[in-house]
């Protein structure tokens, strides 16, 4: 198999992502005592005490065709990790996550198969005059991504997602931080930016979607998108859809990505699951046909 990396990859084709991590453990059931320290819900440590529950998910995405699996790293941001009292090893806990996918990735060899590090929100709102969400230093916030940011990449992960952002202030501070990180590293990966929207389009602070890009667009950026949105109907000017169906979320992302041909990522999000991803892969392989 000939190495390509993500950025040609995304030069040639629509590269599929995979689907939710947090309700693919939950079928694993998991107990209290299965999680580190038995800090019941710390998902992300589960890389730690339940790396197969990990791999096999990820395993899953693959096996239904996705070119691109996540990390299991969506709250491993500093000052999340604190919450569970493993903030002193944010680098480790991300290098070890990202390392995992790497490793299922490299257990297909039909093409080339991407590791996404996963970066979420912090939690707070700097933008906000919230008494409890907005009254945190910046450098906090930047540092808690950097040392991430650090983490996924020493992990080879091929790229970095800010995804399901809410305050833009948050994620230029996410963007600079991957940016400090690569610095350290001395390794340049895709950087992905992805926010969050309501049906009206703007972000939970009030930020619109042309706003949100202008922002961070010259940012050195290399992608720009939407996650833990309104699904691609809405998005279309169709009605509300709960729980979407493999089918039906294919379908509209059928018409979606023809109607706009810039678009070259597609995947799940929450809730979905390797069906889901199964019938996105299908969608992209006829289009290559047609």
Known sequence: MTSETFANALENRVLLFDGAMGTEIQKNDPKPEDFPDGKDGFNDGLSITKPDWIKEIHRKYLAAGADCIETN????????????????????LNQKNAELARSVCDEFTDRQRFVIGSMGPTGYLPSSNDPDLGQIPLS???????????????????ALLIETSQDILEVKLAVEASHIAMEKTGKKVTLISNVTLDQYGKMLLGTNVQSAYTTISEMGIDIFGLNCSTGPIE????????????????????????EYPQINIIGGCCGTNPEHIEQLRKVIDQQKKD
């Not at 998005?235 to 023809?258: C, N, Q, R, W």
């Open 235 to 258: 998005m279309e000017g169709g009605h509300a859809v709960y729980k979407m169906t493999p089918e039906k979320m294919a379908s509209a992302l059928d018409s979606f990505i023809k």
């Open 140 to 158: 906090e916030i930047r540092e808690a991504f950097e040392l991430q940011a650090q983490g996924l990449i020493e992990g080879t992960a091929d």
């Open 73 to 92: 790293t969506f709250g491993s941001n500093k000052i999340k990790l604190d919450e569970y009292g493993f903030g002193s090893q944010t680098i480790e």
